[in-house]
């Protein structure tokens, strides 16, 4: 080596060798910028200049590539660098898998290196130690049974999945039992929702439907699960994408549709989001309400910000899923699933079993307290064997249709224009006028009038002219497709998707009328119509047990 070679950042000359190589480990966080150069790669941080002095200058100005630890991967190789000071042997089996799925998770973007690094973080935080949990090691008395809560629960954020054009960011986080009150609650870090917002956000971009998870793990014998959500994570999910959010529990599973998300966005001003599904003892039902719950499950589910609890979901909708097992005998039609009110009243909601799932599935606008009931209704002209028997006793089940006389539901009697109206409408939930002001001339003083306020209103129905809508005259296929596809407009629920047909595959498409062809035009490209033999007949009228499949058709498939 020529000449006394002096390093300016204060590493000297010891660490030269022979060959005039040199290595040294710095903590790049202590220079000032003009030591520090951004790194070349989308995934590195900064590198740092080293100036070194020689009396020849041979040596002159080199760049060694030492990596800030304040970068993407800089915080990933701190997290590393933490689980691998870890010792296995000092945490229990479940805690260490954990730490060991989230090291195994891949980082190859920038993405996958945020998550791989918090899923790292919330892993350690969550070890627990084999001795933490242990009983008493001396002579001292047992456990006094008072709770325990863990003050950090994991939380755990894996890659995205895509399936069928939906992309999937999800997080787990396991929830503290508070064993004297059977509550589990869980916070979910801004870390881990921004992680997922940013996987939302770039599967919005590919052209994806976006939906964030959060799966919670809690104890099988909690009564109620609660999770807590930065209201800043909230609002930038509410604002940033069009995501739907899912919370998936012990309890049930509760789905926010992106307008729910906005309305809960508006009022996470007021502080942190928390969401809760908590078992209701059903002895606090009235009489009449357990004739019908019995000892199936009842849940409160609640959403506040803050102090403030979310009741109404102003036009948004949340999906709720709530296991459940059908009881020896019990058909799957009559499982309802029930709203009680204030006043212990129980109001049948859109909803049904889901044999594949094991699941009742059901959509709401509010949040309150919901039951699963279970109500056979049966007529003595509806046989087991009929084709239209499961229908029929789905409707009735949910008080969507009735019979036309004392024990008889009249199958083959044609439908009425009046009767479909009311049909139509139950079975959407769409409430009928309470003091309507403003009705069709015909529309009498009957079981339908209301119902009829409330379809002109909604331009469910327009009438057949001259203010008038005819309720006892039997309605024609394209009349019920049409009044269908409006009601469905105003729920925003038009049936989407491909089926195998198209309208001018039937040889009867020109006989529909001009104002019907765009409803049955999208049920028949959707796979909701299907007709029979080639042929959509337009224009002939249905019986009640056919007008009673079609709507089974639509709220059960």
């Known amino acids: 080596m020529s000449g006394k070679l002096i390093i300016s950042v204060g590493i000297g000359p010891e660490v030269i060798s022979s060959d005039n190589r ?24 900064y590198q740092l200049m080293i100036v070194v002095r020689d009396e020849d200058y041979r040596f002159g100005t080199c760049l060694l590539t030492y990596y800030l630890v304040d970068g993407a991967v800089g915080d990933l190789i701190a997290a590393k660098a933490a689980a691998n000071a870890k010792v296995q042997a000092n945490y229990t089996t479940a805690s260490w898998a954990i730490l060991t799925t989230a090291l195994a998770l891949p980082e190859t973007t920038t993405d996958e290196i945020v998550a791989k690094t918090a899923a790292i973080n919330n892993a350690i935080a969550g070890l627990v130690s084999v001795t933490s949990g242990g009983g008493s090691s001396g002579g001292g008395s047992s456990s006094s049974g008072a709770p325990t809560t863990p003050t950090a629960p994991p939380t755990t954020t894996t890659p995205p999945t895509t399936t069928d054009g939906t992309t999937t960011a999800s997080t787990s986080t396991t929830a503290a039992l508070d064993s004297a009150t059977g509550k589990a609650t869980a916070p979910v870090s801004t870390t881990a929702m921004e992680a997922m917002i940013t996987q939302a956000k770039t599967a919005e971009a590919a052209g994806q439907k976006a939906v964030v998870e959060i799966k919670v793990e809690a104890a099988p014998e909690a009564k109620a699960v609660e999770i807590a959500i930065p209201k800043t994570s909230i609002m930038n999910l509410a604002t940033e994408t069009q995501a739907n959010v899912t919370v998936n529990t012990v309890l049930a599973t509760v789905t926010f549709d992106n307008k729910v998300l906005q309305t809960i966005s508006n009022a996470a001003s007021t502080g942190d989001v928390s969401i809760s599904v908590a078992s209701v003892d059903a002895g606090s039902l009235s009489p009449q309400a357990l004739a019908v719950v019995a000892d199936r499950p009842v849940y409160n589910f609640s959403v506040k910000a803050g102090d403030t609890e979310i009741s109404s979901f102003e036009g948004g909708k949340a999906r709720l899923s709530i296991p459940y097992t059908p009881k020896p005998g019990e058909k799957e039609e009559a499982i309802v699933v029930y709203y009680i009110d204030n006043n212990q009243n129980l109001i049948a909601v859109r909803g049904a079993f889901n044999p594949a799932t094991n699941t009742v ?60 109206v009311v049909m139509m409408m139950k079975a959407y939930g769409i409430d009928p006028e309470q003091n309507p002001t403003i009705n069709f001339a015909d529309a009498g003083n009957t079981y339908y009038t209301n119902y009829l306020a409330a379809a002109k209103n909604l331009k469910i129905v327009s009438g057949i002219g001259d203010n008038m809508y005819a309720p006892e005259r039997f309605i024609t296929r394209q009349e019920m497709f049409t009044m269908l596809y409006n009601a469905l407009k105003v729920i925003e629920e038009l049936p989407e998707g491909s089926g195998d047909r198209n309208l001018e595959s039937f040889s009867d498409a020109d006989g529909i009328a001009s104002w019907a062809k765009p409803a049955i035009k999208l049920f028949v490209e959707t796979g909701t119509v299907s007709g029979s033999n080639g042929l959509l007949r337009p224009l002939a009228t249905s019986s009640r047990a056919e007008m009673a499949q079609v709507l089974y058709n639509l709220l059960h498939g």
């Open 22 to 45: 040199f290595s040294f480990s710095v903590d790049l966080s202590t220079f000032d910028d003009k030591y520090r150069v951004p790194g070349t790669g989308h995934d590195q941080g």
């Open 361 to 420: 599935d059901f959509e709401t606008t509010h949040f309150s307290i919901y039951a699963i009931g279970y109500n056979d209704v049966s007529f003595e002209d509806v046989k087991d064997t009929d084709w239209y028997s499961n229908a029929i006793g789905f409707l009735a089940a949910r008080d969507i249709v009735k019979g036309v006389e004392s024990g008889r539901f009249g199958p083959t009697q044609q439908m009425t224009r009046g009767q479909f």
